[in-house]
């Protein structure tokens, strides 16, 4: 780590290098240890929420909750699962009214809105404190180099051109001297991002997984590269096969994937030492919970959706938190860690599809090799009723008409089921809140269930 921190930041900075050195030994108890951890700590969040939350309090004496009872499997389960329409309707019924002095300043996080319905909830300095500590985790359980180039690509309209930090924690949670940092706003467009990064050679880029794939297509078209390249840092979109197997081919990168939530912050990583790319939780500060519609938990390698629970927040407690969001629970790791794993990270509900017959999946539509052989530059699919599939293109030239059969061919094969499948021409395809990009999704993600 290069250079010298303030007074501030140092403090800061060795604050999270004491729970990095913690994490670092916690990784490596048994799962039943990392359970009974986490019981232990939930016991007093929710006597804490029990005591300073009013809609918490009622909530938990329905599970039959009383003051100084101690959180097992079964008052757990009782505990009933709450979205985030609640806590959007009424925001100070959830909030904590004597948050502890020890777990420091009270923050302020908003959800991208990517669902439509922007969330704000409040944390402290103590739970933060805890997400950069995992920051610092992915770095070093994936290698990273830190006085090497990071350029970041995300919504910060200040630096739409692009402007030079002194180190990394300007663009990451991240207190610590490093090298130097770059970022750029994603709305300035794939040409110029990809003229900038040239100019900067970084070694380690951090942006959308969508962002990514254009760019890559974008450096092929433009037959350069980025020849100093070592790691793709993914953030706030799934990472497929497909984008791994684009950026190696492209620039002899990697792909390493955090997954996040703007109202949970980090809850898993991905295996530094697993081939298959599987996700490790997070459990030192958040429990996860991988049920089916019911409310029961699925079993090995069946999908389900999250339900999140915050183990630090006692500003705002997180419990029984549904993200929207699914996953396929794993079994254990061989690389001896005995944190929960999640081998996969589906996605939300509305990036489901659903065919004719009534069958629900998330989609693949195996897209790349079509960049190279017809003039692509965005795709995007909208489901409108099951079984039928409107594509919007943006092309560089006018597709043919054997060019579209062979589009509509293509993706109609990736797909199970038959599919009445249109394309729709259009300009651009602007990026959503906060510069999420779906790929797919359900115009009314209920009228296709």
Known sequence: MSGVLDPGLAIEAHRVLTLQNALADSQWMSPDEIEARQFRELTSLLAHAYQTVPAQRARLETAGYRPGMAV????????????????????????????????????????????????????????????????????????????????????????????????????????????????????????????????????????????????AREFDREAVGLDRLDAVLCIAEIVTPELRALVAERWGARCIDLYSARECGPI?????????????????????????????????????????????????????????????????????????????????????????????????????????KLPLRQHQFVQTAPGKLRCKLVTTRPLTAEEEAYFTTHVGDALPGPWQITIDHVDQIPRGPGGKYDDSYAEDPMQTK
């Open 72 to 215: 097992d499997q079964d008052l757990w389960r009782a505990i009933p699962i709450i979205g985030r329409a609640p806590l959007q309707d009424e925001p100070e019924a959830w909030r904590s009214n004597a948050v502890p002095k020890d777990h420091g300043e009270i923050l302020s996080v908003a959800s991208s809105g990517s669902t439509g319905s922007p969330l704000r909830i409040l944390g402290t300095a103590l739970d933060a404190a805890y997400s950069k500590a995992f920051t610092l985790r992915k770095l070093l359980w994936h290698d990273i180099d830190f006085t090497k180039t990071l350029a970041a690509i995300r919504e910060a309209r200040q630096t739409a051109l692009g402007k030079r930090y002194q180190r990394w924690g300007d663009l990451l949670e991240y207190p610590f001297a490093t090298g130097p940092a770059y970022g750029i706003d994603i709305h300035v467009g794939v040409e110029r991002q990809a003229q900038w990064l040239s100019h900067i050679r970084p070694e380690y880029l951090l942006a959308f997984p969508s962002n990514i794939a254009e760019l």
């Open 268 to 372: 898993s990583l991905e295996c530094p030492d697993a081939p298959d790319h599987r996700h490790h939780v997070m459990a030192e500060r958040v429990k996860v919970e991988v049920l089916d519609a019911e409310g029961e938990p699925v079993a090995e390698g069946e999908t389900g959706r999250l339900i999140i629970s915050v183990l630090h927040n006692y500003a705002q407690p997180m419990i029984r938190y549904e993200i929207g969001d699914y996953a396929v629970q794993g079994g254990l790791c061989a690389c001896g860690r005995g944190l929960p794993v999640l081998t996969q990270i589906k996605g939300r509900v509305r990036n489901m599809l659903t065919a004719a017959n009534g069958k629900r999946f998330w989609p693949s539509f195996m897209t790349s090799a079509l960049f190279g």
